[in-house]
């Protein structure tokens, strides 16, 4: 079992920028694909990004695509979503997942993940 911790949250106004922070204390998931997903109030958990295990590719939600940026420092052993013009649609929890084996690719659905964190809450006022 890994168990993941996001960081980075809070509140910023319309147009701002957080970084969240994705780690697995203890535990090292340099190879492991990564998935960033979000889920408002009353609404499913979606995709927002991915990067893969070595972070030679990544792959983004279209709501997110030019304004999210994903990577990582596996000698942090730390994935990072870099979040620029915010819009208060953002607002959410944030949550990092990781697949269980670094033979797998990195995907996009929610099933696709094994280890998840407990999410970090971001919130974009207009």
């Known amino acids: 079992q890994v168990q993941m911790v996001e960081s980075g949250g809070g509140w910023v106004q319309s147009g701002g920028s957080l970084r969240l922070s994705c780690a697995a204390p203890?535990?090292?998931?340099?190879?492991?694909?990564v998935g960033w997903f979000r889920q408002a109030p009353g609404k499913e958990r979606e995709f927002v990004g991915s990067?893969?295990?070595?972070?030679?590719?990544?792959n983004y939600a279209e709501s997110v695509k030019g304004r999210f940026t994903i990577s990582r420092d596996n000698a942090k052993n730390t994935v990072y979503l870099q979040m620029n013009s915010l819009k208060p649609e953002d607002t959410a929890v944030y949550y990092c997942?990781?697949?269980?084996?670094?033979?797998?690719?990195?995907?996009?659905?929610?099933?696709?993940?094994?280890?998840w964190g407990q999410g970090t809450q971001v919130t974009v006022s207009s």
């Open positions: 997942a990781v697949r269980r084996s670094y033979l797998l690719a990195a995907a996009s659905r929610v099933n696709d993940y094994d280890y």
């Open positions: 203890g535990r090292t998931f340099r190879d492991s694909a």
């Open positions: 990067i893969s295990g070595r972070g030679a590719s990544t």
